[in-house]
């Protein structure tokens, strides 16, 4: 496991099985931010082309809006990967 600070938002990475654990101190995160955080976009502009072309569901359903608010215990999968959100 490791970590990174940014934003006052703690993003810890499990290298096992593909998944993530983004730890917030905000109340809540939008998916576009969160995409940039994990690094699966390089900028922020990106994320609205991107859900257009990308597999990612919100606990389960297909999700395309990038102001989407992610809350603690949300699941985001983005193809083959899991973030799951905790505070």
Same mark, same amino acid.
């Given at each position: 496991?490791?970590?990174?600070? /940014? !934003?006052?938002?703690?993003?810890?990475?499990?290298?096992?099985?593909?998944?993530? *654990?983004?730890? *917030?101190?905000?109340?809540? *995160?939008?998916?576009?931010?969160?995409?940039?955080?994990?690094?699966?976009?390089?900028?922020?502009?990106?994320?609205?082309?991107?859900?257009?072309?990308?597999?990612? !569901? /919100? !606990?389960?359903?297909?999700?395309?809006?990038?102001?989407?608010?992610?809350?603690?215990?949300? *699941?985001?999968?983005?193809?083959?990967?899991?973030? /799951?959100?905790?505070?």
């Amino acid at each position: 496991f490791y970590y990174v600070v /940014v !934003n006052y938002l703690c993003i810890i990475r499990s290298k096992m099985n593909n998944s993530k *654990i983004v730890t *917030i101190v905000t109340e809540y *995160i939008t998916l576009g931010q969160l995409l940039k955080l994990a690094s699966i976009i390089s900028y922020g502009g990106e994320a609205k082309s991107f859900l257009l072309t990308a597999s990612v !569901n /919100v !606990n389960g359903e297909k999700e395309n809006r990038r102001g989407r608010k992610l809350y603690p215990d949300d *699941i985001v999968t983005v193809n083959e990967e899991t973030i /799951v959100i905790k505070k």
